[in-house]
């Protein structure tokens, strides 16, 4: 009878597969009982070893650095946001020195307000028609960023972005900036049907939190829906579960 | 509210939500920080390399592939972290401080069981960087041979020979290492 190769015996330690044959051979010859006991030892030593606690100082360098570089990140991608703002922060700078030079004209100072707030929109509006996806999403941040009053026609240019915008990313951003008018009329039935539409995992995941939140019972049948397909994303499905448990 | 995955954390990246990324990070920082002391067998270096790490993900994050697996895509990052780091050090430190790659003492370790670890990573330390890197992905990080296969764009039971080979080749260090102690 042959020894058992190293090779056997790495395989034996690492599955338990060895021929019944080999086994009966291994009870047997002290030289194969002493190669398996020098691999158990190495074996069982890297087992052992845990992992290193990373040092506090070295956790708090990480995120630091991570914090760091998410601002850069944001900085970055701010160039037509900022070309929009500062055309803004202008138009208003330029409006209160107007104020200050002039007599108290408060139906005026309203005025100007309210066409102060319609340029902004409307520059935001303008920006989310055909332009690049990363021109758009920036427009639509920026909506959740500056917070603009609610308006019909506002509110029609994010559901239309939510519900047909090629990239996912703009979609999203959308969603995320239509949760401040959830307490307008329509706004959670609309993102429950807009759920029917998504495909995306993040985007759904999205909706459904908002609508579990708002505890809206027209989520309820796109939430069966959902949980009825077969190729629903794992994370998808766990949330839709606890969803409609909450809502329904 | 259910924990969310990996992959949906990193998407959630991708989408512009930046800080999603500290929850990768809170999750991956000890694995990473380990991969890279075992490899490296530095401390400093290795607290560095994590941190470049965490950073390149989200630099590169549009280069992440939905449905793909997050920790692959991580590690594949890390892999090539340590691949530079080696290029750059023109000496390689054969010297280095097992307290700096174990983790810290546990009072329920016996004094024969700490010695086995200081010497088996003293052994790993004189394997080749790419045979020690398949011993600190399968053995300290878990992985399957199917995952390191994908890592390294191998066939599983190349990897699986080679680190059979590896085990081997350590097995003769510790072995040559503990007799020349004793």
Redesign the interface.
């Known amino acids: 009878m042959r020894h058992i190769t190293e090779e056997e015996i790495i395989e034996f330690l690492e599955t338990g597969a060895l021929s019944s044959e080999l086994k009966e051979h291994l009870a047997d010859c002290e030289s194969c009982q002493k190669l398996q006991h020098e691999f158990e030892e190495v074996i069982s030593t890297m087992d052992s070893i845990g992992e290193k606690k990373v040092p506090d100082m070295v956790q708090l360098d990480i995120a630091q650095a991570v914090a760091k570089e998410i601002s850069k990140e944001r900085s970055r991608g701010g160039f037509q946001i900022w070309q929009i703002a500062a055309a803004v922060a202008l138009l208003i700078v330029g409006f209160y020195a107007g104020k200050l030079t002039t007599d108290d004209r408060s139906d005026e100072i309203i005025a100007l307000q309210s066409q102060v707030d319609v340029l902004k929109e409307v520059s935001m509006m303008n920006t989310l028609q055909p332009s690049s996806a990363s021109e758009r999403l920036q427009v639509v941040n920026m909506i959740e960023a500056e917070k603009p009053a609610y308006s019909e026609k506002l509110l029609n240019s994010l559901f239309t972005t939510l519900n047909t915008d090629e990239s996912p990313n703009v979609r999203y951003a959308a969603a995320q900036a239509l949760v401040r008018f959830m307490d307008q009329q329509d706004v959670a039935m609309r993102m429950a049907e807009s759920l029917e539409q998504q495909t995306d995992p993040l985007i759904q995941i999205s909706l459904i939190s908002i609508l579990m939140e708002a505890q809206e019972k027209h989520a309820i049948k796109p939430l069966k829906k959902l949980l009825e397909q077969d190729s629903i994303n794992t994370d998808v499905k766990k949330q839709a579960k606890i969803a409609l448990d909450i809502i329904a | 509210?259910?924990e969310?995955?990996d992959?949906?954390l990193m998407?959630?990246v991708?989408?512009?939500q930046?800080?999603a990324?500290?929850g990768l990070?809170s999750r991956y920082?000890?694995?990473v920080?380990?991969y890279f002391?075992k490899s490296t067998l530095d401390g400093d270096d290795s607290?560095d390399l994590?941190?470049t790490t965490?950073?390149r993900v989200?630099?590169y994050r549009n280069s992440y592939k939905q449905g793909s697996s997050f920790e692959t895509w991580l590690f594949q990052i890390a892999r090539n972290q340590v691949k530079d780091h080696f290029k750059k050090i023109k000496v390689y430190k054969d010297r280095f401080t097992t307290a700096d790659?174990?983790?810290?003492q546990e009072d329920d370790k016996d004094e024969l069981?700490l010695e086995?670890?200081q010497t088996?990573?003293r052994a790993m330390s004189q394997l080749p960087e790419d045979k020690r890197e398949l011993?600190v992905l399968s053995?300290?990080q878990g992985m399957k041979y199917e995952q390191i296969a994908e890592l390294k764009d191998m066939s599983v039971s190349a990897i699986k020979v080679q680190v059979?080979r590896t085990?081997?080749q350590?097995?003769d260090i510790?072995?040559e290492l503990e007799n020349h102690l004793n």
Do not use: C
Request: no cysteine.
């Open positions: 509210m259910s969310a995955s992959e949906l998407m959630t991708q989408r512009g930046l800080d990324l500290n990070v920082q000890q694995r920080y380990n002391l607290a994590t941190q965490f950073i989200l630099k790659i174990l983790p810290d069981q086995r670890e088996l990573m011993l053995k300290f059979h085990i081997k350590l097995k510790y072995f």
